[in-house]
């Protein structure tokens, strides 16, 4: 029996709605006496038998109260029971917990310290399955997070159909008396959306779920599959009168100038894995499609991403009225979007192995082919212009070249982890960085010498806050007819190390992937006389490279900011340090 370490208001409660569950009742019971909170036990219409035996299981537990209900009328109908009684009872929050004992009691805790933190907000377990959950329910549970994600036009919603959660029963019970809420397996997706209507945040607490072996199944295939079908219907129709709220309620309205590094990546972990399971089971045309209203989403409440790619269309549009292999009717900032969400499935399909050599135009592979074969050690300046991916994947997976890249410290975790998900066997290496002294360099050299290649991104300013001067760490070239600020880190790091530098871009820009892999310098060469000067010389050459690619595919330019403005950073990143600078 655990024990419970923290005070629980006596305002709390606990529900639990049960129909033919004796067996596992007991053993849930046993578990949350330990949290000294009153329960009340819902009976949904047992049969005679498990009734006897329900009876004998709460004369062991006097701080159960237990509600009939005469005939079964569905798990939703048994815990808006449960919440309206407690509600009258005089009871702010109640937990809802299934009798069957999927759930882990001991979450309950952190459930409780969260609705405590959170008042008015529906606090709910969000399940980490392990292996018994049956198949066919995980497929069911990701089309469901898809409509929920439509009806709600918000990715805040990770799990709707956990029914293991706090509410605030003020709120829950005056909707109850509101609206149609479904009152069987219908229930838990039904009333999570409706209150997300009505202003209830719902946050989540990771709770593991196991489906016992000889567990007892209420689920039924045909019939319930219906009714949520006609739930996710009604959802979406009283969705369409509410999405200028909804849409208003998710714009994000602060404009303040940051740097690129302080601005909160728009997609979740959670949202990127779960395209990443459409695209298993159901493949690249279906996933595709999911893709279009989560993009569109994106366009629609990302105010300062859409700003900065409205702004850099008009910049293309007016500094080169001609740009080949596009047409100007697509040169707009939703398909500009459209393109971005396209390039993640690019990726999936690049470390998956889905897209081979032969799929691939490149006016120069054979100088790309060429550098394989002598397993040479070089650098790659790529830029967050098209998919570079393209290059990274056919370069490991086809020829075992080893990539190690050098990565923002808050983006590398997320990055591995579902690079790893997609393939297994990659050993693609994201070298996580804030600063980059001698140790690094060192590993570098190593790194090289073993003819492995090293890819470092040229066209994003350190976020490092403590450089001396803005000079040091910036070089302002000419780009699109407008100054622009370029790092000097990756081009300082190139010419410590020594070795040959290449340039690789990954296009798209009529539907085909193209690979444009240059050769930039043999040795990046920085005398310490001409420092400056010889350094903006070089940034400037790759400045107009970039401008080139850029012109020949422009909706391939992933940087949704003001790519022209500096703004001085307030975390850190990439710091060349030396030994003067740090005396």
Known sequence: MS???????????????????????????????????????????????????????????????????????????????????AYNQGYAYAIQIDADGQHDSQIVKKLIEQSLQNPHALISGCPIYDNSVPKHRLIARYITHFWVWIETLSFSIKDSMCGFRVYPLQATCNLIKQSNIGKRMDFDTDIMVQLYWKGIPSIFVPTKVTYPKDGISHFKAFKDNLLITKMHTKLFLGMLPRILPLIKRNYKKNDEQIH????????????????????????????????????????????????????????????????????????????????????????????????????????????????????????????HLGDVEICRALAQLSHNIKINTLVFRKHAARFNQILKETNQASTFNLIQVDSIGADTAILLKQKLEQGEWVAIVGDRTSSNPHQRMLDESVSWADFLGKPAPFPKGPFILSSALGVPVYLAWGLKPNGRFQIYFEH?????????????????????????????????????????????????????DIHISNNKDEE
């Open 3 to 85: 024990v419970v370490p923290f005070f629980i208001p006596s305002n709390y409660c606990f529900v639990i709605p049960c129909y033919n569950h004796s067996e596992a009742l007991l053993g849930v019971l046993k578990h949350l006496a330990s949290y000294e909170i009153n329960c009340i036990l819902v009976d949904d219409g047992s049969s005679v038998n498990e009734v006897q035996k329900m009876d004998q299981i709460i004369a062991l537990f006097p701080w159960v109260t237990l509600l009939r209900l005469k005939t079964n009328q569905g798990k939703g109908a048994a815990v808006m029971t449960g919440l309206e009684y």
């Open 260 to 383: 690129w590094s302080q601005t909160q990546e728009r997609k979740g972990l959670f949202g990127i894995r779960l395209i990443l399971k459409f695209y298993h089971i159901f493949g690249r045309k279906t996933s595709k499609l999911i893709m279009f209203p989560v993009i569109t989403y994106f366009w629609l409440t990302g105010k300062k991403q859409r700003q900065a790619s409205k702004q850099y269309i008009e910049i293309i549009s007016n500094y080169y009225k001609n740009i080949p292999l596009i047409n100007k009717n697509q040169l707009t900032s939703f398909h500009h979007f459209q393109r971005f969400g396209e390039s993640f499935l690019d990726k999936i399909a690049c470390w998956q192995g889905d897209i081979k050599i032969d799929d691939i135009y490149s006016p120069n592979m054979d100088t790309y082919l060429d550098l394989i074969s002598n397993k040479q050690g070089i650098i790659l300046i790529c830029s």
């Open 520 to 572: 930039f310098a043999d040795k990046l060469k920085i005398s310490r006389k001409n420092r400056k000067a010889e350094l903006d010389l070089i940034i400037q050459n790759y400045a107009k490279r970039l401008e080139h690619y850029c012109l020949l595919s422009p909706l391939d330019w992933f940087n949704f900011y003001d790519f022209w403005q500096f703004t001085q950073p307030k975390t850190n």
